[in-house]
């Protein structure tokens, strides 16, 4: 009997153990942004993925505007190629929500990013962090305002000139940088 309730508490605390790790999150403040260029930002890096050594098969986007969420289904699939090893087919399969909302401590727009899936936690960061770098590159820069020195948008303002130096007082030819070619013979 007693052993009946140990392995109940056992199971109880495995279940407990995975469904805690099962979701893994991220989240970015975006400062400089409005949350509309965040938000078409995470909507069009949601659809048009960029990976450099993983081939995007499926991707499946549902893009609710209403909550600002957005829900990918991905799988992507590579063959890994190593000296000495033969070749390794591997495949990622990525349940992902991607949610817009506020930092209230910093008054910033905050994107979370969520794997809802049992995953390695690390990879999950590393998906978060190409997925925010892929927004950022939409993004480009944060535009902050000109200095007002600057006359236009594409005029940069040009330094102040070199004081002029003082003279010697003795008038000394320029030294020719190129040397004279030896007489020939």
């Given at each position: 009997?007693?052993?009946?309730?140990?392995?109940?508490a056992?199971?109880?605390?495995?279940?407990?153990?995975v469904?805690?790790?099962?979701c893994?999150?991220?989240?970015?403040?975006?400062?400089?942004?409005?949350?509309?260029q965040?938000?078409?930002?995470?909507?069009a890096?949601?659809?048009?993925?960029?990976?450099?050594?993983?081939?995007?098969?499926?991707?499946?986007?549902?893009?609710d505007e209403?909550?600002?969420r957005?829900?990918?289904?991905?799988?992507?699939?590579?063959t890994?190629?190593?000296?000495?090893?033969?070749?390794?087919?591997?495949?990622e399969?990525w349940?992902l929500?991607?949610?817009?909302?506020?930092?209230?401590?910093l008054?910033?727009?905050?994107?979370?990013?969520?794997?809802?899936?049992?995953?390695?936690?690390?990879?999950?960061?590393?998906?978060?962090?190409r997925?925010?770098l892929?927004?950022?590159?939409?993004?480009?820069?944060?535009?902050?305002?000109?200095?007002?020195e600057?006359?236009?948008?594409?005029?940069?303002?040009?330094?102040?000139?070199?004081?002029?130096?003082?003279?010697?007082?003795?008038?000394?030819?320029?030294?020719?940088?190129?040397?004279?070619s030896?007489?020939?013979?």
């Amino acid at each position: 009997m007693r052993s009946r309730s140990f392995l109940a508490a056992l199971s109880l605390t495995t279940v407990v153990a995975v469904s805690s790790i099962g979701c893994t999150s991220r989240s970015q403040v975006f400062e400089g942004y409005s949350e509309d260029q965040l938000w078409t930002a995470m909507v069009a890096t949601a659809r048009a993925p960029q990976y450099d050594d993983w081939k995007v098969m499926n991707n499946e986007v549902h893009v609710d505007e209403a909550s600002r969420r957005i829900e990918i289904y991905r799988v992507l699939k590579r063959t890994l190629v190593s000296p000495h090893a033969d070749p390794q087919r591997e495949s990622e399969e990525w349940k992902l929500q991607v949610v817009l909302g506020r930092d209230e401590e910093l008054g910033q727009p905050l994107v979370d990013f969520t794997a809802r899936q049992v995953d390695i936690p690390a990879h999950v960061w590393d998906e978060a962090d190409r997925y925010f770098l892929q927004m950022r590159t939409l993004l480009g820069p944060v535009k902050t305002a000109q200095p007002a020195e600057a006359n236009s948008e594409s005029e940069t303002p040009m330094p102040p000139p070199l004081p002029a130096e003082e003279s010697s007082g003795m008038d000394e030819p320029p030294i020719d940088p190129l040397p004279k070619s030896a007489p020939q013979k």
